[in-house]
């Protein structure tokens, strides 16, 4: 196995190209050295690690780097199974500068060994997107059928939707192609909004790539499980089975995947109504959970998708089949949190034609189903008119005579309807320069109330992101990259200084996954066994590591953290500490300190506790020579 990464470098403006060789003296994988490109050169990088194509589990997942026009940063996105494929380039990274004229798709592939073919053609993406399945879909149909004769192999074709113009938010989308079978189970680098990154500043709206190399991957299984058995005292695979349990079927709950055991197990936990549930009584939210999603909404997910072995992987041969199906719908948590009880929908009818919709737009689903939420509390609440966000009906999210099915609908069509209005920009809608700076707006017009009412994160001048779908306090901490699993989701009360030390720990450990080019699902090994494996192998083991402290300190050194503009974060933090003492019980007197500074001056405390955080975040990720 070689000791270097190549990087296949695309001017998107001229269609020149060029390679280049990076050694381990510096860089390991598609993270540190995908950051490092993005800074010198402006570019928008995809990668894979030095084990994609291997035969360890997990190990084929394509990660993004880049300037996150959404979060204004630098920013990490990744994508189930799509760097299998790409591994048959015989390249580690694709790395896109300048941009093309007009929107265009980027051809790549490699026969046998020879030089990589890559040309740039123009497509009319308007009436392609607009047209046949729509969106997406659309664009892959179109693409795969324009050069699906010129691969000996599937390819793999990354596409955007027409979010990526109009928004910060647009994601890219990609589905196994399978002995020319277009699937259904589509993957998504979402978070970040890498797709308006591809389509806004390289004119790129859809790469499809594939190829006939064959590299010398480690495939080594009878190394593989003495690894294994040293420290676990179990096989590769009997490990990794045991680690992916929750994402393939857990005993314990009876379902499977990030939505059944989640949903099973959430409880007074339930977040819904745009987070209005937080300020509600322990027994309302149980009688929620109960009533609406364990009778129905789970109920229906479990009889359709668990019970049927509708399940799935992402394209690479792996146990978990975490892709959990019923048809052409895949069922993951938090699109179908942010889309579902967050915006008052508890059907899966309703749920799956809001998150299709959503998908077939290209949408980051847990950015805008969190935007899609606030929007509609605003029309509750009568903070904005019909006419103001371009659309025919409210939401119904009384309680009262709450029903199931049809209100469901009606809220999912009203989100539909939502986001048409986005991307065609009706009334007072103009979320091009972001949904931050959008409210900024029109709350100096309309009064703070407008802001207030929308729970995000905010990163420098106008980034923002929506918060990962757990009721705890690390979704909302001052991190560098939030949004993803850089941070604890810890349901215990830490302390905020702790929370923070916390924070950047969870965080290396992240990016040991991540610069391997490994899928999180998998993390219950990965974490400690990379950096083994990486010193038995390259004999790297203690370079490998100060390689992560280093690059945790480079992402933390461009952390632009700004303190909580909306109250409404405010409010989820202080519901969160007061949930903790009046219904787990905690016994901890340092957080009955902490309510009782929230009940002298909600806000000082509040800043307190953010500083407290960040604090102990910077000295933790500090570097030290």
């Not at 030089?115 to 399945?133: H, M, T």
């Not at 609440?381 to 029903?403: H, I, Q």
């Amino acid at each position: 196995m070689n000791m270097f990464q190549r990087v296949l470098l695309v001017d998107s403006s001229t269609g020149f190209y060029k390679t280049k060789k990076y050694s381990f003296d510096r860089y390991f994988g598609p993270i540190d050295l995908g950051i490092h490109l993005a800074e010198k050169h402006h570019s928008l990088n995809f990668g894979v690690g030095i084990f994609a194509g291997s035969i360890l589990p997990g190990s084929n997942r394509l990660m993004l780097t880049g300037f996150s026009p959404c979060w204004q940063g630098n920013y990490i996105s990744s994508m189930g199974g799509a760097g299998l494929v790409f591994n048959n380039l015989g390249i580690n990274m694709l790395s896109l500068v300048g941009k093309a004229p007009v929107p265009s798709v980027l051809f790549l592939n490699r026969t046998h060994g020879e030089e990589i073919e890559v040309e740039i053609v123009p497509l009319d993406i308007e009436n392609i997107w607009n047209s046949g399945r729509t969106g997406v879909y659309s664009l892959t149909d179109q693409v795969y059928e324009m050069f699906k004769g010129r691969y000996e192999n599937d390819p793999r074709i990354l596409v955007t939707g027409p979010s990526a113009q109009e928004t910060d938010m647009g994601g890219i989308m990609s589905v196994p192609i399978n002995k020319g079978e277009i699937s259904h189970v589509d993957t998504w680098a979402g978070r970040g909004g890498f797709g308006s990154a591809m389509v806004q500043n390289h004119g790129i709206v859809a790469i499809i790539y594939g190829g006939t190399l064959v590299d010398e991957d480690f495939r080594d299984r009878k190394v593989a499980d003495e690894w294994f058995q040293n420290k676990y005292d179990l096989r590769l695979m009997k490990k990794d089975l045991e680690v992916t349990s929750k994402y393939r079927f857990d005993e314990k709950f009876n379902t499977g995947g990030t939505f059944g055991v989640n949903y099973a197990s959430v409880g007074g936990r339930i977040m819904a109504f745009n987070y209005r549930t937080n300020s509600w009584s322990e027994d309302e939210r149980l009688s929620l959970h109960q009533n609406l999603v364990v009778d129905h909404y789970l109920k229906q997910f479990n009889d359709e998708t668990i019970k049927n072995k509708q399940q799935a992987t992402c394209g690479e041969p792996c146990v978990a089949v975490c892709k959990k199906m019923n048809g052409t719908y895949k069922k993951d948590f938090e699109p179908y949190q942010t889309m579902g009880p967050l915006c008052g929908i508890f059907d899966q009818r309703a749920a799956e034609k809001l998150n299709h919709h959503c998908d077939a737009m290209g949408f980051d689903a847990i950015s805008s189903g969190g935007v899609l939420a606030w929007l509609m509390d605003l029309l509750d609440g009568k903070l904005l008119s019909l006419a103001e966000l371009g659309v025919t009906r409210l939401p119904k999210w009384e309680m009262t005579e709450f029903d199931v099915v049809q209100d469901s609908m009606h809220n999912a069509e009203l989100g539909c309807e939502l986001i048409d209005a986005i991307l065609e920009r009706r009334g007072i809608i103009d979320f091009r320069e972001g949904v931050r700076k959008w409210s900024r707006i029109h709350s100096r017009a309309k009064g703070t109330a407008l802001h207030n009412r929308f729970v995000y994160t905010a990163h420098n001048r106008r980034g923002w992101m929506v918060p990962n779908q757990y009721w705890v306090s690390g979704v909302l901490a001052p991190m560098a990259m939030m949004g993803k699993y850089y941070m604890i989701y810890s349901y215990d009360f830490i302390p905020p200084r702790a929370l923070g030390r916390m924070c950047a720990e969870r965080m290396k450990k992240e990016l040991i996954i991540d610069n391997m080019g490994l899928c999180r699902f998998h993390r219950g090994w990965a974490e400690e066994m990379m950096p083994e494996i990486m010193g038995s192998l390259y004999n790297c083991k203690d370079k490998f590591l100060q390689s992560i402290d280093v690059l945790a300190s480079r992402i933390n050194s461009r952390n632009s953290p700004i303190f909580w503009e909306s109250e409404s974060n405010i409010d989820y933090l202080l519901s969160f500490l007061q949930r903790k003492k009046e219904v787990d019980k905690d016994p901890d007197p340092r957080l009955g300190e902490w309510l009782e500074k929230f009940d002298r001056d909600k806000a000082d405390a509040a800043k307190e506790f953010w500083y407290e955080t960040l604090m102990g975040i910077d000295e933790s990720l500090r570097e030290f020579f």
